[in-house]
C-alpha cells in the first residue's frame, strides 16, 4: 500500500497520560499535514512540515502538543498530559508542493478516559 | 484567517436525482478548492477539485463550479447512486499549506 499510513488505529488512554502517533507519508510527498477531527464537524488544521521544517501550527496547537518530522520522512505527534478534551480523531494528510493535493490517513481515534 | 461555510448540512434525494452542495470562503487569497468525500469510520477521500482560474470542473457524475468574484463554489452529483451517500466536506486552500473545511453535508441517497 502506497498511501498515507498512521499508527496506531485507536488509542484508549487515561487522563494525564502522554501519547504519540506516527504517520508515515506518500513516499514522494515532501509536506505533511496533522489535522484533528471531532464528530460531525470537518477535519482542522493543527500543523504541517515541509521536509523536516515545521512551518505553520495552529493555535489549537497547545503546548502540551509537539510534531516532529526529524528526518523530512514520517512524522510523530505527541500529546503530553491528556484532556478528555483531547478524544478526537487525529488525521495525517501528505502532499507535494505543486500539486496541492492533500491525500489523508485512515487516522488515529484517540479516547481519553 | 480563512473562514468556509457550507450547506446545507442534510440533504437527502432519490436515486437517480441531482445533488448541490454549496460552500463559500472569505479569504480573497484562497486559490484552490478541493471537495472530499468521507464514509462512515473512513478516510477524508479526495473526489475533485478546481482552482481559482477555472471556473467550472467535470468528472463523470461530478462537477464543481467557481465564482471567484461571489468567493462561492459548488459541487453537483448527477444521477445519484446510493454508492453516493457519505458526508461531504469542501475546503479551501490559500497557498500557504493548510486546508480549510466546511463543516460538512451529509447525503442520503434514497431508493
Known amino acids: 500500500d502506497t498511501g498515507v499510513s498512521q499508527d496506531p488505529r485507536h488509542k484508549i488512554t487515561k487522563r494525564g497520560q502522554n501519547v504519540t502517533f506516527r504517520c508515515d507519508p506518500i513516499s514522494e510527498h515532501n509536506r505533511l499535514y496533522w489535522y484533528r477531527q471531532t464528530l460531525g464537524q470537518g477535519p482542522e488544521f493543527l500543523t504541517y512540515f515541509q521536509n523536516e521544517a515545521q512551518l505553520e501550527k495552529s493555535r489549537l496547537l497547545s503546548d502540551r502538543f509537539s510534531a516532529e518530522r526529524p528526518k523530512g520522512s514520517f512524522s510523530t505527534l505527541e500529546i503530553q498530559r491528556t484532556e478528555q478534551g483531547d478524544s478526537a480523531m487525529y488525521l495525517c494528510?501528505?502532499?507535494?508542493?505543486?500539486?496541492?493535493?492533500?491525500?489523508f490517513g485512515p487516522g488515529t481515534r484517540l479516547t481519553v478516559t | 484567517g480563512e473562514n468556509v461555510e457550507q450547506h446545507p448540512s442534510t440533504l437527502s434525494v432519490q436515486e437517480g436525482d441531482s445533488a448541490v452542495i454549496k460552500c463559500t470562503y472569505s479569504?480573497?487569497?484562497?486559490?484552490?478548492f478541493p471537495w472530499y468525500k468521507q464514509e462512515l469510520g473512513k478516510r477524508p477521500q479526495l473526489i475533485i477539485d478546481?482552482?481559482?482560474?477555472?471556473g467550472e470542473k467535470k468528472d463523470q457524475r461530478i462537477a464543481v463550479t467557481l465564482n471567484k468574484t461571489a468567493k462561492h463554489f459548488s459541487l453537483h452529483i448527477t444521477e445519484t447512486q446510493p454508492e453516493d451517500s457519505a458526508v461531504y466536506f469542501c475546503?479551501?486552500?490559500?497557498?500557504?499549506?493548510?486546508?480549510?473545511f466546511g463543516t460538512g453535508t451529509r447525503l442520503q441517497v434514497t431508493l
Open positions: 475546503a479551501a486552500h490559500s497557498g500557504r499549506g493548510k486546508l480549510t
Open positions: 479569504d480573497s487569497a484562497s486559490n484552490y
Open positions: 478546481i482552482r481559482s482560474n477555472v
Open positions: 494528510a501528505s502532499s507535494s508542493d505543486r500539486p496541492y493535493e492533500q491525500y
